[in-house]
């Protein structure tokens, strides 16, 4: 019989709602029924593709005798770490402050009144490793409830002094200057692994913002070390496992140092930042490699994740159903043998097939099944032979059960890939993909946004969530309307992501600049999360200051300017000491430090050398600089939609750009070469 969570929209919550625990969702009630039953919370925190979340659902939340246990003794919480960042940021930063790791599934206990004091994340169901089983979790922290109390409220109590004493105080550290970001590409060039690519060492993470700022700082400094660690970094990546050589798209992550063996689950952020850091690559360098997987990643986001809405989910599982054994395992979908290359492309084009992509019969993943690679010593092969097996081979794999889809649309993710499509789409002249961003950008307003412009974290076919926005929904999802802005000469898109950097000012920022991933009259935690740091994806604090400052450029609003620069005084903070946690960040601060130039290109909207001087000003180089295009825009604000455009002329009756930065412009323009000269390298 169902739970409680069968009326969630969340797919992880409803894939949990046939447990025989009895589950409930976060919320006020289940912590007074703990409070009525005197017993202790039992949080679960996970996501749909979480691979190690549905082994332990397996192993334990679905096995009746411990779910008794658990529902005899615990109010048990089930939450969605995508619907509920917040929720899920606070007792990270308990799990992490106590172990020294975290990850997911997040398992914690807490009092009735949310307070922690026992942590962990996955536990198996038989003691492994040094680590106990569930079972044994479950009774100790029973025994530790009922036997010592006050020894259990006093861990309690301290354990939310410690998270309270750690607010983040960087508006007053200063803004970033060129040092600070000479001294941050030192440490990321001390970390670089110079025979792999990428930073450190196994399990190894897309460095997708690391790659921006390095492609942003050669742009500044003219670094070729900054731009030989980008392109190395983006080669190794598109010819390993991690990269899908057949469908395109990024997996998680490496589970290897040299990007061989990936965690198969796909996610939209990964993907969406991936697809611009190659497209800005190809930008910067004409590489037919960057241009191909940026527009292969783009077209896997378009056919695998855009749902009916015209929005895009969240993830695609890392498990699927294997064939011949019936059972949901990780990567069956992806890998392949020598064998069953041959049995889809025959003895000839099988074999060649294997040497192309390093399919091996050890294997180089599990059970002797290898997953597709392009090795640097493989065969050549000629293009229309290798399009036609790589198109048999997709057909192929078509017909294998497919990994499950997380079809909630998270609005910070789909605003990262609204800026990836929209610029893949104006650099590449696809204008289909220019069109899905802006279908994505318009579900956003129609369903994530009410009438005061307040932005909800997710929906599901079409039918909005209940939980509220956080920071960096509103910072990506700006970005995103301001890329698109960028690429449509539309103005309203400007208008739109105003209206979120206004409620960043208003709801999110303290008094000293910093910053806060919650609103102030957001639902009271047992503390406010505050995280600046960049991880998968950028944080709200970095994502909000790169939206402030670019709307700051597009309008000359010196208030959204003064937010960015104070806001950034965690770069100045960080940057130097932990230069890949603060990636997204460090980019911002490039764009800050070259101005970010402000560009306007204006002329009739049927004249063609206009089209030319706008694909030339998005193609610029200069980090972070903005562009607005279409018709002189009158003193009084009639006639057009930017503020750059006010008062701009065109110079003999042509289409004329303008770029300015720090209060000085550059000589107008009518050339496409003179403008890319003042951009950066660019063609047109």
């Not at 997996?251 to 796909?266: M, N, Q, T």
């Not at 064998?339 to 050890?362: H, I, K, P, S």
């Not at 932005?455 to 076919?461: E, G, I, K, M, V």
Request: proline share 6%; hydrophobic share 40%.
């Amino acid at each position: 019989m169902p739970n409680r969570l069968a009326n969630e929209t969340s797919p992880y919550l409803l894939q949990h709602a046939d447990n025989p625990v009895d589950w409930w969702p976060w919320s006020p009630e289940a912590f007074a029924q703990a409070r009525e039953r005197g017993v202790p919370v039992h949080l679960s925190v996970g996501y749909a593709s979480c691979h190690w979340c549905h082994v332990l659902a397996g192993e334990s939340f679905e096995d009746e005798p411990t779910a008794a246990f658990m529902n005899e003794h615990f109010v048990n919480i089930k939450v969605d770490r995508e619907e509920r960042p917040d929720v899920d940021a606070v007792y990270m930063e308990a799990v992490q402050a106590a172990t020294g790791q975290g990850g997911w599934p997040m398992t914690v206990f807490m009092t009735a009144d949310a307070e922690p004091f026992y942590f962990g994340t996955y536990f198996p169901p038989e003691p492994r490793q040094g680590m106990p089983s569930f079972m044994q979790v479950l009774e100790g922290v029973r025994a530790a409830w009922v036997g010592r109390p006050e020894e259990v409220a006093e861990v309690a109590r301290r354990i939310v002094r410690d998270l309270a004493g750690r607010e983040l105080d960087y508006g007053k550290a200063g803004t970033p200057g060129p040092e600070e970001l000479a001294k941050a590409l030192l440490g990321l060039t001390r970390e670089y692994d110079a025979a792999h690519g990428g930073f450190g060492g196994a399990p190894k993470f897309p460095p997708s913002m690391v790659l921006e700022f390095l492609l942003r700082h050669h742009a500044r400094t003219g670094s070729e070390g900054a731009l030989q660690m980008a392109a190395d970094t983006c080669e190794a990546m598109a010819r390993g496992g991690m990269y899908d050589q057949l469908g395109g798209g990024f997996a998680r992550y490496s589970v290897d140092r040299e990007w061989r063996v990936p965690h198969f689950e796909k996610m939209l952020y990964d993907n969406a930042l991936l697809c611009r850091v190659y497209a800005h690559l190809w930008r910067a360098t004409g590489s037919d490699l960057a241009r191909r997987v940026a527009l292969e990643t783009a077209d896997f986001m378009v056919r695998e994740l855009r749902t009916d809405q015209g929005g895009f989910a969240s993830a695609l599982d890392a498990d699927s159903e294997d064939p011949l054994t019936g059972e949901h395992v990780e990567g069956a979908y992806y890998a392949w043998t020598p064998a069953q290359l041959r049995e889809v492309l025959g003895e000839a084009d099988g074999n060649l097939a294997a040497g192309y992509f390093g399919v091996t019969e050890e294997g180089t993943f599990e059970h002797g099944t290898s997953v597709l690679q392009l090795p640097q010593d493989g065969p050549a092969v000629e293009a229309g032979r290798l399009a036609g097996i790589k198109e048999r081979l997709l057909a192929a794999r078509g017909r294998r059960p497919a990994p499950g889809r997380d079809d909630k649309i998270v609005a910070a993710w789909n605003g990262l890939a609204i800026a990836a499509l929209a610029e893949c789409g104006a650099y590449f002249e696809r204008p289909d993909l220019v069109e899905r961003a802006t279908e994505a950008a318009d579900l956003l307003v129609r369903v994530h946004m009410d009438g005061r412009a307040r932005l909800s974290r997710t929906s599901r076919d079409g039918q909005v969530g209940t939980n509220d926005g956080v920071l960096e929904d509103y910072g990506d999802v700006a970005e995103g309307f301001l890329a698109l802005a960028s690429v449509t000469g539309e103005g309203v898109w400007l208008e739109f992501a105003g209206f979120l950097v206004d409620l960043v000012l208003d709801r999110f920022t303290a008094e000293d600049g910093s910053l806060y991933d919650t609103a102030h009259d957001a639902e009271k935690l047992i503390r406010r999360p505050q995280d600046p740091t960049d991880t998968a994806a950028p944080s709200g604090w970095t994502a909000a200051a790169g939206a402030l400052l670019s709307y700051a450029a597009h309008t000359g609003s010196q208030a959204h300017r003064t937010a960015a620069e104070r806001a950034l005084g965690v770069v100045h903070a960080l940057g130097p000491r932990v230069p890949r946690f603060i990636g997204h960040g460090l980019s911002v601060a490039e764009a800050l430090l070259d101005g970010p130039r402000e560009v306007a290109v204006v002329g009739r909207p049927e004249d063609p050398e206009l089209a030319l001087l706008h694909r030339t000003a998005l193609l610029g180089t200069a980090p972070g600089a903005v562009v607005a295009a279409g018709l002189p825009r009158a003193a009084d604000g009639g006639g057009g939609e930017f503020p750059l455009l006010a008062e701009r002329t065109l110079v003999n009756d042509l289409p004329t750009a303008y770029v300015c930065r720090h209060f000085v412009c550059a000589r107008p323009t009518t050339d496409p070469v003179e403008l890319a000269e003042q951009l950066g390298a660019a063609r047109p």
